[in-house]
T-cell receptor, first 115, second 114 residues
Framework: NAGVMQNPRHLVRRRGQEARLRCSPM?????VYWYRQLPEEGLKFMVY????????ESGMPKERFSAEFPKEGPSILRIQQVVRGDSAAYFC?????????????FGAGTRLSVL | DQQVKQNSPSLSVQEGRISILNCDYT??????FLWYKKYPAEGPTFLIS?????DKNEDGRFTVFLNKSAKHLSLHIVPSQPGDSAVYFC?????????????FGQGTILTVHP
């Protein structure tokens, strides 16, 4: 049973470019979460999605950031016009639809570097 | 506003001894707590969790204790092994309007010496 898959593992962008981060949840999971970890800090919640719905985006910056989880395919976190401050590790997590729904299982992360 | 705090940035323990990692929280709406372990360049791995209706949960070498009145939880690892060396994060969620959102502490680096 494959875990949460994130790609790419490393992404380098120049200031002003767009970054697209992908996340495929574990099989049988329909809830996806995105977190960001800045150096020397804990993980900060960004957004919680179910298929075709954004449930909670209270942690998303108001501008340049968007997320989606389409009916088919992976969840996408999109950052437009990246700035140096966007450099961080971005983690995706998923949780099951039933059973232990409180437990989130994490992918290996995408490390974004903005030059 | 740091709602979950891990006040010890690091902890060093001898192999075979007990490791105790601590976590404090301020939000009384939190009703579910989790501990994750994280190695460098990897994602957090779920270890153990506890609901606010319990005060203890045990899984093998890992035990989590919850003191609701003090808004404090701790993770005990016994016996500690060198492979336990990692960053440990506590996290909390509430089942109400913020369901699904985990709030993490800053992490504690555990080093277990052979």
């Amino acid at each position: 049973n494959a875990g949460v898959m994130q790609n790419p593992r490393h992404l380098v962008r120049r200031r002003g470019q767009e970054a697209r981060l992908r996340c495929s949840p574990m099989k049988g999971h329909s809830h996806v979460y995105w977190y960001r970890q800045l150096p020397e800090e804990g993980l900060k919640f960004m957004v919680y999605l179910q298929k075709e719905n954004i449930i909670d985006e209270s942690g998303m910056p108001k501008e340049r950031f968007s997320a989606e989880f389409p009916k088919e395919g992976p969840s996408i976190l999109r950052i437009q016009q990246v700035v140096r401050g966007d450099s961080a590790a971005y983690f995706c997590a998923s949780s099951p639809t039933s059973g232990r729904t409180n437990i989130q299982y994490f992918g290996a992360g995408t490390r974004l570097s903005v030059l | 506003d740091q709602q979950v705090k891990q006040n010890s940035p690091s902890l060093s323990v001898q192999e075979g001894r007990i490791s105790i990692l601590n976590c404090d929280y301020t939000n009384s709406m939190f009703d579910y707590f989790l501990w994750y372990k994280k190695y460098p360049a990897e994602g957090p791995t779920f270890l153990i969790s506890i609901s606010s209706i319990k005060d203890k949960n045990e899984d093998g070498r890992f035990t989590v204790f919850l003191n609701k009145s003090a808004k404090h939880l701790s993770l005990h690892i016994v016996p500690s092994q060198p492979g336990d060396s990692a960053v440990y994060f506590c996290a909390a969620s509430d089942g109400g309007t913020s369901y699904g959102k985990l709030t993490f502490g800053q992490g504690t680096i555990l080093t277990v010496h052979p």
